[in-house]
T-cell receptor
Framework: AQSVSQHNHHVILSEAASLELGCNYS??????LFWYVQYPGQHLQLLLK??????LVKGIKGFEAEFIKSKFSFNLRKPSVQWSDTAEYFC???????????FGAGTQVVVTP | SAVISQKPSRDICQRGTSLTIQCQVD?????MFWYRQQPGQSLTLIAT?????????ESGFVIDKFPISRPNLTFSTLTVSNMSPEDSSIYLC????????????FGPGTRLTVL
């Protein structure tokens, strides 16, 4: 069965620390990969996406992610986090032409001043 | 982009009743999706709603429990029928836009509490 795994459920960081969130998926075909963020009390927003091409993708707010096909991974990174990055982060995989997304369990990130 | 609104934003309902959630999009979209986010959990797809055809339900979800309408390209409803406390969740509408990136947008969600 297809699945999306996020390695950390909760991460607590200090401002200016670097962030890396792991995401692995199990699916043998062509995938489109996404990271979504949900700030407290707000909608889910798209941070970045990978469809094809350069496996290092840059998103909004200084986030980037690297697709490593051989590892079935799509890890999210930010070199220096801010307090405003406190949010829940979801990795998602689109596995069919309709656009259905399968989500990971989410990682709650708390950035302390 | 697509701007999505949902009504109601939240509701508290009694066991055994039904609630219909509305999703309105500011542009015409082909694909609309309904997700559920149970407390402390991730999003789970309930069904895909295409205009002019019956919704396609994911494993574990059935039409009798979650009937969906999709009368046009900008609107859909999800009904949660014969509710029980286990149905307490956030229900989200999502749309996929065509063109650049096939990006998927999410509505603000409807927070449902069943007593």
């Amino acid at each position: 069965a297809q699945s999306v795994s996020q390695h950390n459920h909760h991460v607590i960081l200090s401002e200016a620390a670097s962030l890396e969130l792991g995401c692995n998926y199990s699916y043998g075909g062509t995938v489109n990969l996404f990271w979504y963020v949900q700030y407290p009390g707000q909608h889910l927003q798209l941070l970045l996406k990978y469809f094809s091409g350069d496996p290092l993708v840059k998103g909004i707010k200084g986030f980037e992610a690297e697709f490593i096909k051989s590892k079935f991974s799509f890890n999210l990174r930010k070199p220096s986090v801010q307090w405003s990055d406190t949010a829940e982060y979801f990795c998602a995989v689109k596995t069919d032409s309709w656009g259905k997304l399968q989500f990971g369990a989410g990682t709650q990130v708390v950035v302390t001043p | 982009s697509a701007v999505i609104s949902q009504k109601p934003s939240r509701d508290i309902c009694q066991r055994g009743t039904s609630l219909t959630i509305q999703c309105q999009v500011d542009s015409q979209v082909t694909m609309m999706f309904w997700y559920r986010q149970q407390p402390g959990q991730s999003l789970t797809l309930i069904a895909t709603a295409n205009q002019g055809s019956e919704a396609t339900y994911e494993s574990g979800f059935v039409i009798d429990k979650f009937p969906i309408s999709r009368p046009n390209l900008t609107f859909s409803t999800l009904t949660v029928s014969n509710m029980s406390p286990e149905d307490s969740s956030i229900y989200l509408c999502s749309v996929r836009t065509s063109g650049r990136g096939n990006e998927q947008f999410f509505g603000p969600g409807t927070r449902l509490t069943v007593l």
